[in-house]
Antibody, heavy 123, light 109 residues
Framework: QVQLVESGGGVVQPGRSLRLSCAAS????????MHWVRQAPGKGLEWLTV????????YYGDSVKGQFIISRDNSKNTLYLQMNSLRVEDTAVYYC????????????????WGQGTLVTVSS | EIVLTQSPATLSVSPGERATLSCRAS??????LAWYQQKLGQAPRLLIY???TRATGIPARFSGNGSGTDFTLTISSLQSEDFAVYYC???????????FGQGTKLEIK
């Protein structure tokens, strides 16, 4: 079965960096675009970034452009999110999600999600 | 950025009754609209994509409708497990700049 397991969250001081990982299993990871989505405590969902299946194309939401970097290692079935210059407002649960885009499904749908990892930015 | 506005913010419905949730886009998103269900402490779950196609394993009591700027999610006969927060999400932007609505909390009346 499809599994996505995030890790790397924790408490970090403002201005510091953190790298999240998302380990994928149960499907051919290298065939799917992948996303990161976050949710601040008690708030709604915010799409952050997407990377194409081959890793060549990357797009970012305005709130994290120039601050976060998405990458992947298809040999390790792992997705990453490098978060730099963290701010208090980056405190959230971070989810990775799979994009099922195909001939039948347009890109930008999230069909499987990890359980999330909590990042707390605080001094 | 395409803004999605969901209404109402909270909907109180009795089990067995029908619930209708709305999502309005600030500009046309064609049929590139999805719905997700999120229960407390859990990740979201995909219910509907392409405005009206049920995702794998989603019961037939969930249905989506609409195109352009106005969309609805209908749950025909509410079960206890359906009380949750529901989000709409658009994927019509290019380059990708996907956005979610603010959510509708469906609570037991």
């Amino acid at each position: 079965q499809v599994q996505l397991v995030e890790s790397g969250g924790g408490v970090v001081q403002p201005g510091r960096s953190l790298r999240l990982s998302c380990a994928a299993s149960g499907f051919t990871f290298s065939a799917y675009d992948m996303h990161w989505v976050r949710q601040a405590p008690g708030k709604g969902l915010e799409w952050l970034t997407v990377i194409s299946y081959h890793g060549s194309n990357k797009y970012y939401g305005d709130s994290v452009k120039g601050q976060f970097i998405i990458s992947r290692d298809n040999s390790k079935n792992t997705l990453y999110l490098q978060m730099n210059s963290l701010r208090v407002e980056d405190t959230a649960v971070y989810y990775c999600a799979r994009d099922p885009s195909s001939a039948h499904v347009n890109p930008g749908v999230f069909d499987y999600w990890g359980q999330g990892t909590l990042v707390t930015v605080s001094s | 950025e395409i803004v999605l506005t969901q209404s109402p913010a909270t909907l109180s419905v009795s089990p067995g009754e029908r619930a209708t949730l709305s999502c309005r886009a600030s500009q046309s998103v064609s049929s590139n609209l999805a719905w997700y269900q999120q229960k407390l402490g859990q990740a979201p779950r995909l219910l509907i994509y392409g405005a009206s196609t049920r995702a794998t394993g989603i019961p037939a009591r969930f249905s989506g409708n609409g195109s352009g700027t106005d969309f609805t999610l209908t749950i025909s006969s509410l079960q206890s497990e359906d009380f949750a927060v529901y989000y709409c999400q658009q994927s019509n932007s290019w380059p990708p700049l996907y956005t979610f609505g603010q959510g509708t909390k469906l609570e037991i009346k």
